[in-house]
């Protein structure tokens, strides 16, 4: 499975996202859109809105919070095969 994780540093949900792979030790590659050319202008072609964090799992592209709610953390789980929650 190829993960990538639109972030940003100054993001809090991000941090619980990438919090959340690094506990289940499930590899990403983070793409921060400060300093990646280019990566707001992609999350916003892909999700019509600037909202980090973002997952793109194999192509597919995953948005792992829901305003108001937080993490996902059941169907993220879910999603990437965690049996251990």
Request: some cysteine; aromatic content about 12%; hydrophobic content about 40%.
């Amino acid at each position: 499975m190829e993960l990538l994780v639109y972030s940003a540093f100054w993001c809090p949900d991000c941090r619980t996202a990438k919090r959340f792979l690094q506990q289940h030790n499930i590899p990403f590659t983070e793409i921060d859109i400060e300093k990646t050319p280019g990566a707001a202008e992609e999350v916003i072609k892909h999700t019509g809105k600037r909202a980090i964090p973002q997952f793109v799992i194999d192509g597919e592209w995953v948005q792992p919070y829901r305003a108001g709610e937080g993490f996902l953390y059941e169907k993220m789980a879910k999603r990437l095969g965690i049996k251990d929650l």
